[in-house]
């Protein structure tokens, strides 16, 4: 990865941040079990088609169980946007600032994912930018980052 | 009106009591006898004995469990025990409520409300823990850095100023009006460091567009007051301070993982309040004194527009410094300089407060104040709100 600001994990922050594990009951594992593939899976109604984030059991609209995925482009807008200076984790001192993005996905009923936006921590952010998916695999799993475009 | 099922004027605040209040990791003793101590003084402040509470309530997960509490202090026989869900301060006023429908449904006479913090004793709040894995809601955020109630604030934050053409010098107005009010309470931790817009200015940057000074504090401490109803708050030491209304609550899938909330940049209170200032029957402009939760300034901006003292795309013009601080502000906010300057006793030091403004003893106090609100947790899910009146 070009905007890798880890020369040891070629990741956007440095090693020691948790890892994403998949809830136990088994709700969410084909978002991650997408990740990993480098496929951006939302959860989608089966029976009225709403995009729903977190994954959850239940279709909050129609009330279904019969819930599916939907893979989306991974073609996204930034929805909102912070620079963190305090590093509130112990990987993070000296790694400080990162930007944090919200990106909200046009072709998935708008549903937001949070990641880093990938490049220099100072760069100028402007809502509703066009950004998109950048897969970025770690040891046993793999994180959703954003890149401008 | 219905007015059989409403908490209105049927209950009051008739004691508070609060300990020192202490930096993060400075209390002296155990949380335990912190929660202790606030009740006691509690209890004295409303002139009854403590054998006569018959009802716990609490929220935000006290570790203080109530049976231990109610045990240790040889309760003869407890009626009601209960807390509210959701962390942070959300449950402040819902804790209230709470204790207030225990009473009218006749379940207890006497409820005692309490917070004990002594985060140097346990985990801190603006602290992520080294974790190797999460999972659940946490495993979109945390491994982004995107962990603590800072950052998800000032996300939602930056989000609100972008679409209300909102500058900081709004969120400089409102830590600077907390930090104005601590300066004439002696209880507060901030006493004697009064906070200038050149040391706003100069402070670092948390998470933008949050400066420290926009940040509430983390401390060490315990607060307690005494619900009861009306009629018995009457005969006991202290003007009553009764409840005009209180609710609680969340709007349409604000609890949505990752940021996912539909209406995003929301303290969560656009269906609360109008419920609240119905069982009131007032409107905004009848509030004399407002305590807004400040975990963040971004937040209590939010929440003041959203119960309607104006409108979003006013915001600019409300926020100024003079228009926040009592006497005469046009809504004096934290009037003990709240959780940013006071004390972080999760808000329970908010609804005190609200109690000294109806009193009349606030170390600044608002002219003829009657009508005195508070807002519980703004931008997590659920929330809370109460009124007091004399
Ligand atoms: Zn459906």
Known sequence: MAEARDENTRSYLPAGMPAPV??????????????RRHELMIQRCKDCGTFQMTPEWICHNCHSLEVGWHRSSGRGRIYSFERVWHPAHPALKGACPYLVVVVALPDSGNVRLVGNLLGDPMQEVRFDAPVEAVFEDHEGYTLIQWRAL | MSSDFTVRDKVAIA????????????????????????????????????????????????????????TALGLPELRFSNMFWGGGGG?????????AAAI??????????????????????????????????????????????????????????????VTEDA???????????????????????????KDYDESRWIVEPF???????????????????AERARDLKQKPARLMAAAQGSDFRQGAASENGPDYATSNFKTLAPRLYAMAGIEPKDVDVAQVYENFTGAVMASIVE????????????????NLIAPS???????????????????LELIIEAVRQVRGTSTAQVKDAEISMVVSGPMVAPVSDLILHA
């Not at chain 2, 409108?311 to 003079?322: G, I």
């Open chain 2, 307 to 322: 119960h309607g003292f104006c409108h979003p795309d006013e915001a600019r013009d409300f926020f100024k410094f003079e």
């Open chain 2, 211 to 229: 400066h420290l000074y926009d940040c509430c504090m983390e401390n060490d401490g315990a607060a307690a007051v005494i619900v009861t109803s």
């Open chain 2, 15 to 70: 004691g508070i009591g609060e300990t020192k209040y202490y930096k993060r990791g400075g209390a002296p003793v155990a949380e335990f006898r912190l929660a202790l101590e606030a009740i006691k003084l509690a209890a004295a402040d409303a002139g009854i004995p403590i054998k006569q509470l018959d009802g716990i309530a609490s929220y935000s997960n006290d570790r203080n469990d109530s049976v231990r509490v109610a």
């Open chain 1, 22 to 35: 998949p809830a136990g009951d088994g709700v969410d594992r084909e978002f991650w079990e997408g990740a």
């Open chain 2, 104 to 165: 009218v449904a006749g379940y207890a006479n006497y409820v005692v409300v309490y917070r004990a913090l002594a985060q140097g004793q346990f985990g801190r709040f603006g602290q992520t823990p080294a974790l190797k894995g999460i999972s659940g809601p946490p495993a979109y955020t945390w491994p982004y850095g995107m962990s603590t109630p800072a950052q998800w604030i000032a996300l939602r934050t930056r989000r609100f100023m972008h679409d209300h053409n």
């Open chain 2, 91 to 99: 449950g402040g006023s819902g804790a209230i409520g709470n204790a």
């Open chain 2, 171 to 197: 969120l400089a107005a409102i830590a600077m009006a907390c930090y104005h009010h601590a300066q004439t309470n002696p209880r507060a931790i901030m006493y004697g460091r009064p906070l200038s817009r």
């Open chain 2, 329 to 347: 502000g046009k809504l004096p906010i934290n009037t003990s300089g709240g959780n940013l300057a006071e004390c972080y006793m999760h808000g």
